[in-house]
């Protein structure tokens, strides 16, 4: 990590900052309250906390912008001396984008759909830079090589539509890049990232903060991400600053209790419960005035704690906290052993969804393909899996590697090439959405990764909820609104959000109610993308909880796609691993986390992050991301560290039992022990 020189001068300095709207009856709702942070060149930040707590609109008050609604109540934010809020507007937007960069959390909102990729980093790189025509060529190249994007010649003249979620993000990443920004603001950055690809983007931001003296301010819920990149972290709860201080001791022994809530909620790579989720939900804005904001959910809470807001004070271990019992904080454990009651399958039972042979290709053949004697390769082929009532099977791979086009497919969105979609051991699915029947609709259900894609912007969440419970129940007036608000209330959100829009939402509180929409319908089969990569570890734990309920009380089965590997290993009972939408290693996820023994599921595991900043990913020197696979061999040769050559260039790989219900697809022996992994991980609580 870049070393901090904390006698350098702000870049940016919020003073006293105060920021809200204006409520249906005229009063004045905050949603920051006096904030005070200071960040100076070469320095890297991070603002955590739960959804809704004020971390991306700390963020982009550090850019000067307000979101619609909100107006500045009291303070500044400088940059370089000038108070963004009172500069001109043309000042400003030369500031934006060349000095101060943002990396959205959204990454599809920031792309033009109609423009080329190439062309978008171009326009970033004319706005702010001096570089002649073919500078700008060169360096847009370089741009999407330093973000690990495959085939950069060939993608750069790409839409986005034609690119994953995550290589949408690697894009917008190299954008912000493009303008070698003073400031870097990052608001989620690597939420739609897996695993070995964000261990190499925070590789690459810590590199770039410590070359150039570039300051950073990184939002996220992903605290193994802020240990890998900050050296100081702010915790934030109902828009104030509770926790600040150095990343090791807010990490490791935070002063605060709802830091250590937060740290007991993320899921750990080395254990099989679910992780413990904070009781009750954060307070609206302008609900809590003399207060302490998070006495309703605190263990430690007296009387004190209600009768007075606490300053944020300094204290010996050079922490600033906001808690009168801070002195107590450390009785509250941080490593919490739930021992999750076991999950037992009835492999006896009717299989809920069989895959049968399934090829997937997005590739549409045209009138010359039928005299061609070879086609384009397949985006998915040869997928077959059986899932079981009440299982829950995690797809996990890195981004491009089939795991959502499996899921579209299932869903009826995408129509395979071959293959065949079984319900019920014997029901033939319709591939077509349209052709399905209305039962068939409900039972299968799907949760994308961006809800911004599904969710209507001129519906409010009443409407949006409304929708399949008037379809599928024929609901209506009370009974249609005590279910919504039941169904609010189990992805933990208040019947108060009933009548906003999804423009009023924050990322995480948007992906919760299109997964209460989904459960809406009372499905047999949930089909879930990345639903959680959008939530803060709380409200994760409190949805895997949930889904963890649904799947005992009414033998749901999901398909659970995530490239987050601790909280699959949470919820799963089975993995599947793609590599370029061929399966490579699927078992028990007590059989395969405790040994992986597929290279490819090993790299995966290597590349985990920790919130610990001493944690250090293990990463494939020199790796690169591919655009397709082979057209012979193995699939994963040209990454493999383990490649025996001609055998994997030439040969496809049969399965291999590793033990009962755990396979892998490779060349190695697993007689000779060859293929045994060197990053194990220690299995407790295995079910």
Request: hydrophobic residues 40%; contains cysteine.
């Amino acid at each position: 990590m870049p070393v901090q020189n904390n006698d350098l001068k702000p870049v940016i300095l919020i003073n006293d900052l105060s920021i809200g709207f204006t409520g249906k009856t005229g009063e004045i709702l905050p949603v920051l309250r006096n904030i005070d942070l200071s960040v100076s060149a070469g320095q890297s930040i991070g603002l955590v906390g739960e959804s809704g707590s004020g971390k991306s609109t700390l963020a982009l008050a550090a850019m000067g912008y307000l979101k619609q609604g909100l107006r500045v109540l009291s303070g500044t934010a400088a940059f370089d001396k000038h108070n963004l809020f009172e500069l001109p507007r043309r000042e400003l937007e030369s500031i934006r984008g060349g000095r101060i960069a943002l990396i959205p959390q959204n990454s599809g909102q920031s792309l033009t759909p109609t423009q080329r990729i190439g062309a978008q980093i171009d326009e970033a790189l004319q706005l702010h830079t001096d570089l002649s025509v073919r500078a700008r060529s060169d360096r847009v190249i370089d741009l999407l090589t330093q973000v690990r994007l495959p085939d950069p010649q060939q993608l750069e003249s790409r839409y986005p539509h034609e690119l994953s979620g995550g290589q949408q993000q690697r894009v917008a990443i190299a954008m912000a890049l493009a303008g070698e920004p003073e400031v870097l603001l990052l608001d989620e950055p690597t939420t739609g990232l897996d695993v070995t690809t964000q261990a190499h983007i925070l590789a690459l931001l810590r590199e770039l903060a410590g070359e150039s003296s570039m300051a950073m301010v990184y939002v996220s819920h992903d605290l193994g991400a802020i240990a890998q990149v900050c050296k100081q972290v702010a915790v934030m709860y109902a828009g104030e600053i509770v926790l600040q201080g150095d990343a090791v001791q807010v990490l490791r022994e935070p002063l605060h209790p709802y830091a250590r809530g937060l740290l007991a909620s993320i899921p750990r790579l080395n254990t099989a419960s679910l992780p413990r989720a904070l009781d009750g939900r954060p307070p609206a804005p302008g609900e809590i005035q003399n207060s302490c904001s998070f006495a309703d959910r605190c263990v430690l809470v007296t009387d004190q704690c209600r009768q007075k807001r606490p300053e944020l004070q300094a204290v010996a271990s050079g922490e600033s906290v906001r808690c009168q019992l801070h002195e107590h904080a450390s009785d509250i454990p941080i490593d919490i052993d739930q021992h999750t009651a076991p999950h037992t399958i009835d492999q006896s039972a009717t299989a809920a969804l069989e895959l049968d042979d399934l090829t997937i290709s997005y590739h549409q053949a045209g009138l010359l393909d039928r005299w061609r004697a070879t086609g384009s390769t397949p985006t998915v082929q040869g997928i077959s899996l059986k899932l079981q009532p009440g299982e829950t099977l995690g797809l996990v791979g890195e981004s491009g590697s089939g795991k959502s086009t499996i899921l579209k497919t299932i869903a009826g969105l995408l129509p395979p090439v071959s293959g065949q979609l079984l319900r019920r051991g014997t029901e033939s699915l319709p591939f077509k959405v349209e052709h399905r029947q209305p039962d068939q609709l409900r039972k299968v259900q799907i949760v994308f990764q961006n809800p911004d894609e599904s969710l209507n912007p001129r519906q409010t969440v009443a409407q949006i909820l409304s929708q399949p419970l008037k379809l599928y129940f024929g609901l209506a007036g009370q009974k249609l609104k005590q279910r919504s608000e039941e169904l609010l209330d189990r992805v933990r959100l208040a019947a108060h959000y009933m009548d906003r829009f999804p423009g009023q939402l924050s990322g995480g509180e948007k992906q919760r109610v299109a997964i209460a929409r989904a459960f809406a319908a009372e499905p047999d089969i949930v089909l879930c993308d990345e639903v959680t990569s959008a939530l803060d570890v709380s409200v994760q734990a409190a949805v895997l909880d949930l889904l963890d309920d649904l799947r005992r009380e009414k033998q749901t089965t999901y398909v659970f796609v995530s490239h987050d590997l601790a909280v699959v290993r949470a919820l799963s009972d089975r993995v599947a691993v793609l590599y370029q939408g061929r399966l490579c290693e699927v078992g028990s996820v007590a059989s395969v986390y405790a040994s992986p023994s597929h290279p490819y599921t090993d790299v995966l595991l290597g590349a985990v992050l920790e919130p610990d900043p001493d944690s250090t990913p293990v990463l494939v020197a020199d790796d690169v991301v591919e655009m397709s696979p082979p057209a012979t061999g193995c699939p994963f040769q040209r990454r493999c560290p383990k490649s025996l050559g001609d055998v994997c260039s030439t040969q496809t790989p049969a399965w291999q039992q590793v033990s009962n219900g755990h396979a892998i697809r490779c060349h190695l022996d697993l007689s000779s022990g060859q293929s045994q992994a060197h990053n194990q991980v220690t299995v407790e609580n295995t079910p």
